[in-house]
């Protein structure tokens, strides 16, 4: 009888806390969303609009419980060197991958919307689990790294608008998730747009085209909400053609007229005062404030009130503006389930069961992070076989490295759950078998001596990624990062490499770092040279797991790595026609775009076509035989670029337009399908003012690399 008692007591409770709960038309989930904001925004007060304009639009007095922003480039960052998971907070760990540039150079787009999901994963199960974060993320940087001066390198999947664009497309899904009412977190993508200089970077303007800003600039952010689904975007610093981006009209106009962005546009932290300061824009905050309203900005990531009170009160602004630019805010905290109670919502019941365990703490979630990171890896040089190294044959091996026992976290990095630095991950690879003997550097000689000592050598060079100083100080002039561009692409270790090559010829470089280096001397001397970025929990592991070949490496740059500065344009020339990618670039690369080796070789027999023309709206069905011609398994990236050859306008020498990463046992020979579509080939028609596919006749290139080319098919544009 008192269980009886109990039970009615309880279902009294549930009854009344759910008609608490839905007393008002926008808790109703089976409304539709419009009509949800309508009624929402018709409830709030002008206060409660105006905070709504912050990083979290919940509304207290209405049981409104909206969510905040994280970090989240390569992993969530509940922690790490930028204390993400709040100041004098204890960390949550997090599973940590490469740097965003190292997951470009995996070239596998499968791989990146799994791990972007894991991502996704995770920060649902720390928001729920431990109230920690939010579950608006601040990924992919959809920026295109055209410059390799460019600080924030690291955060870009590299220099190719179609390459940068599907590799968006594919963490901007894995975030979201693939259910058909509920997303598991919402991709904030950034910077828009055309902020790849950091030195100015809070007053300058980045300058080109009408046809660039479609083709180039504009399209890895076009594909992430039109194709990605992506919802929400942060504005950049910079002015683009002279026009302080969170103000500028391309956030209306384009964005949201013409490809359907309805969410979350924000501004970069402390852009808002920015406008004043830096740009001198205005007269008084207050003009900018409702200039930046106007303009579809409806989050601030720095003090606003003041400026939007004063704004409604001058009369600059009206409540309607403010109504107009937060729907957007609650239409993305509607797709994240923040104003259900529904048990229609997957997610919300990530991290809520008792027994759960942390996902970055299983095997499953480890297993990715490794994976991620062995792919990334980019063999560049392997004479004479060098490579794989193997363990049977050594009795000695040398380390050195000022960070060969680290593993170093970037500004947006979380605190991983382990790591597995380059010397630990040899140690575990070979146990008590090998001596290895290590040194930072040579002095007094120990990096020498151990070299000659030594079977075989391992250098590990490259960058610190926050530069080990302040915010704005990278004071080895070759490292950058946020806030600091470089001033060389020379690697000052180079000079330690020579003394290690001389002391011992069988010397191998494993570069660790965010972005490219002019390693000529090393190219031209030192026998094999890999490259990864910094940040994995699995760095170690991955480099070792290569270096002794249970790994065969199929990493590809995603950048033309130059062999000297004086190659590169002006940083602030935004044109990239002036000599700049690969796609114009006129000199001779020290590494071109898309290349990377392998320990096995593959040939390209044949290229077919489902048809002799591409007709609009169309799509071209291209399939290579491909061969595994040596005697190990593999993975090759096929890569498909076009040449346009009687445009009536400018194009690039070569564009990249499909690619794909295939693995082959040896000897195995496969037919890879890529599909070439016809809107992909469209030019941007200033004068009619829409992407036009022209009559012409195309090249389709098929190669291992940008500038290694196997087969080539003409085939007719109509």
């Known amino acids: ?73 390569h992993g969530l960052a509940l922690g790490g060197p930028g204390e993400w998971g709040g100041k004098n907070k204890q960390p949550v760990t997090t599973t940590t991958f490469p740097q965003a540039y190292g997951l470009g150079e995996t070239w596998d787009v499968d791989l990146l919307q799994k791990v972007a999901n894991v991502e996704g994963y995770e920060t649902r199960y720390a928001f729920q689990r431990y109230h920690r974060g939010g579950l608006v993320v601040r990924a992919p940087n959809a920026d295109i790294a055209r410059d390799p001066r460019w600080g924030r390198t690291e955060e870009s999947y590299g220099e190719d608008a179609f390459f940068n664009g599907t590799m968006t497309v594919a963490f901007v899904k894995g975030l979201q998730g693939n259910n058909s009412k509920y997303w598991q977190t919402a991709s904030l993508m950034k910077h828009f747009l055309a902020n790849s200089n950091e030195d100015g970077r809070t007053y300058t303007s980045s300058d080109f085209d009408e046809r660039l800003w479609r083709e180039y600039y504009a399209l890895p952010f076009q594909m992430g909400v039109v194709e990605g689904g992506s919802r929400a975007y942060m504005a950049a610093y910079n002015k683009v053609n002279g026009i302080p981006a969170m103000v500028h009209p391309m956030l209306k106009n384009i964005t949201q007229k013409e490809w359907g962005q309805n969410g979350i546009i924000c501004t970069d932290g402390g852009a808002f005062k920015l406008l004043l300061s830096d740009h001198k824009y205005y007269a008084d905050k207050y003009l900018g404030a409702a200039a930046a309203i106007k303009a579809g900005i409806n989050q601030f990531l720095d003090e606003f009130t003041e400026g939007v009170y004063g704004a409604l009160s001058h009369g600059y602004l009206k409540e309607k503006d403010i109504d107009a630019v937060i729907r957007g805010d609650y239409r993305v905290m509607i797709q994240l389930g923040m104003l259900d109670v529904s048990d229609e919502n997957p997610y919300a019941k990530i991290g809520t069961e008792k027994d759960t365990i942390d996902p970055w703490k299983t095997e499953v979630h480890k297993k990715i992070a490794l994976e991620a990171t062995q792919k990334s890896i980019v063999l560049l040089k392997n004479d004479s076989g060098l490579l794989p190294l193997q363990k049977d044959k050594l009795k000695t091996i040398a380390v050195i490295g000022l960070h060969a026992d680290e593993v170093l976290l970037d500004w947006y990095s979380g605190t991983p759950p382990y790591t597995i630095s380059p010397l630990q991950g040899i140690k575990n690879k070979l146990g008590s078998n090998v001596e290895i003997l290590y040194a930072k550097n040579n002095i007094d000689g120990k990096a020498v001596s151990i070299a000659k000592k030594a079977d075989v050598v391992i250098v590990i060079a490259g960058n610190h990624p926050v530069c080990n100083a302040g915010w704005a100080d990278c004071p080895v002039p070759s490292e950058g990062k946020e806030a600091v561009d470089r001033q060389s692409l020379t690697l000052e270790q180079e000079d330690l490499i020579k003394l290690v090559y001389q ?171 890529l599909t070439l579509k016809a809107k992909d080939l469209e030019y941007w028609n200033t004068a009619k003012q829409q992407f036009e596919l022209e009559n012409n006749s195309i090249e389709i290139q098929i190669g291992s690399t940008s500038d290694n080319i196997h087969q080539t098919k003409k085939i007719t544009v109509k």
């Open 503 to 673: 002391a011992n010829p069988k010397t191998i470089v494993a570069l660790i770092s965010s972005f490219p280096y002019a390693i000529n001397w090393t190219q031209d001397h030192v026998p094999a040279i890999v490259h990864m970025t910094q940040n994995s929990q699995e760095t170690g592991t991955a480099l070792a797991d290569v270096l002794f070949g249970d790994y065969n490496p199929a990493g590809r740059l995603t950048q033309t790595w130059v062999r000297d500065i004086t190659d590169l344009p002006e940083l602030l020339d935004y044109n990239i026609r002036n000599g700049r990618t690969y796609m114009y670039f006129k000199g001779k690369p020290l590494y071109a775009f898309g290349y990377g080796l392998s320990y096995t070789t593959f040939k390209y027999n044949a290229v077919e076509t489902n048809s002799e023309n591409s007709t609009k709206n169309g799509e071209i069905k291209v399939t290579v035989s491909v061969t595994n011609t040596g005697n190990k398994d593999g993975d090759e990236v096929i890569q498909l670029y076009v040449k346009q050859l009687n445009s009536k306008v400018e194009r690039p020498e070569k564009e990249l337009k499909a690619f794909q990463r295939v693995f082959f046992k040896a000897g195995e020979t496969k037919n890879v399908s």
């Open 1 to 73: 009888m008192k269980n009886l008692f109990l039970h009615i007591i309880f279902l009294l409770s549930v009854n009344l806390v759910l008609s608490q709960q839905k007393q008002y038309p926008f808790q109703n989930p089976q409304l539709d969303t419009e009509k949800r904001i309508d009624n929402l925004l018709s409830l709030m007060t002008l206060d409660e609009k105006v905070q709504a304009l912050s990083t979290n639009p919940s509304v207290k007095r209405l049981g409104v419980v909206g969510t905040g922003h994280v970090e989240g480039l």
